[in-house]
């Protein structure tokens, strides 16, 4: 069982990413070679704000650039009040949907969000319990969401929970980047990318970081 299918695994802290980077450059040339290109990892979980309203977050920005998402997202905190990064769910499921759809919210995120916070209200997402819970159960329990898929799912593993060993095997910037960092002809798809990644574990969030960053590198094009 990898290490981060078990309860109660610890987050990513800068200790443990360097022991990442140590182990996965032990295990695998190439990859070493990305780990020596790109430089330390900087994947720490974003503590910031509550659970429900990161999740809120990755909704509105979904499928929109980056400032049209802030100026949307900023809208809708402006609605519900309060901490605009732990909005109260029942504050949400009080506003309607004439309000959401004045912040630009399209109908089928207004859906998604009133829907994450249904669940969350009701006890259906025991958000106070996510930390605790197994990967698998963590995506379980997303993805009955509407508009909360197993990539989405992933990201909240990775990015807020800050676990070690998450594989997004149909994430295309990951895909693309293992392609680059292992020089394969064609675009690796779940299954071989699932092969390449044997030697990342433990760590396979930590190696995923790194087949995005590789596409950022100015000589990305000699991987």
Known sequence: MPASSRVGVSALTRARLRQAERELAAQDPRMAAAIDAVGACTLLPRREGSHFGHLVRNIIYQQLSGSA????????????????????????????????????????????????????????????????????AVIDALVPVRGIGPWTAQMFLMFRLGRPDVLPVLDLGVRKGAQRIYRTRTLPDAARLTRLARNWRPWASVASWYCWRVLDLEDAGGW
């Open 69 to 136: 998402a802030a100026t949307i997202h900023g809208r809708f905190a402006a609605l519900v009040g309060g901490d605009a990064q732990a909005p109260d769910p029942h504050s949400v499921l009080a506003l309607h949907e004439d309000a959401l759809r004045g912040c630009g919210l399209s109908t089928a995120k207004q859906r998604a969000i009133r829907d994450l916070a249904t669940h969350v209200v009701d006890g259906r997402l025991p958000l106070d319990a996510l930390d605790t819970m197994a990967d698998e």
